[in-house]
């Protein structure tokens, strides 16, 4: 079983910037796809990012990339989110997964075994 924890979430001001981090339990972290999902109030839980088990591989949604990077610390067991220039529309609670499956990182929530319990981000305008 892998314990995830999320931190990092707050309220900042359009065009600001927040970094998640998600710590895991357990000592089979490193050979996990990692990824961020988020969920608007009323909306369904949508991807954002997601990184290889070494870190070699990432995809991002279209509505992140170029302002979002994910990353990750097999040595500290945890998992980053960099969010610059945050919109409103980035508003949302903020889930790391992970996928125990053998091969590419996956932007489908299905694949994905463990959930943290959520960080709120709130960018206001």
């Known amino acids: 079983q892998v314990q995830l924890v999320e931190s990092g979430g707050g309220l900042v001001q359009a065009g600001g910037s927040l970094r998640l981090s998600c710590t895991a339990s357990g000592r089979t972290f490193s050979t996990y796809a990692m990824g961020w999902f988020r969920q608007a109030p009323g909306k369904e839980r949508d991807f954002v990012a997601t990184?290889?088990?070494?870190?070699?591989?990432?995809y991002y949604a279209d509505s992140v990339k170029g302002r979002f990077t994910i990353s990750r610390d097999n040595a500290k067991n945890t998992v980053y989110l960099q969010m610059n220039s945050l919109k409103p529309e980035d508003t949302a609670v903020y889930y790391c997964?992970?996928?125990?499956?053998?091969?590419?990182?996956?932007?489908?929530?299905?694949?994905?075994?463990?959930w943290g319990q959520g960080t709120q981000v709130t960018v206001s305008s």
């Open positions: 997964a992970a996928d125990r499956r053998i091969g590419a990182p996956s932007g489908e929530l299905y694949e994905y075994d463990y």
């Open positions: 990184i290889s088990w070494n870190g070699g591989i990432t």
